[in-house]
Every structure is written in C-alpha cells, then in structure tokens.
C-alpha cells in the first residue's frame, strides 16, 4: 500500500500486485508544488522516499 503525505495528490493506484521481477509500478501526480514523502508498507515493513513537485 501506498500513501503519499501534501495536498492534490493523485495516484494511480495505492495499492496492487507486483510483476513477475517483484515490481509494483504507479504514476503520482500533484497539482501543488511541494516535498512530499511516499511511503510503501507490505505487512510490518515500509520503504519510505521524498519527491519535490516543482512548478
């Protein structure tokens, strides 16, 4: 699952099945420009990145 921190975020999907390399791949987009955090939890564990929107 994922979950993405900002306003006017937009995910193509949150969550999903990974492909047959364990990849589970989606689009972000945002409508503000801001740092935002996306964090991807699978049971206990997360993975947790930054990505800055800029205008």
Request: charged letters at 5%.
């Amino acid at each position: 699952t994922l979950a993405v921190t900002g306003t006017g975020n937009t995910l193509g999907a949150a969550s999903g099945t990974t492909d047959g390399a364990g990849i589970f791949s989606t689009t972000l987009k945002s409508s503000v420009a801001e740092a935002k955090t996306v964090t991807a939890t699978l049971g206990a564990g997360s993975l947790t990145t930054a990505v800055t929107f800029i205008p």
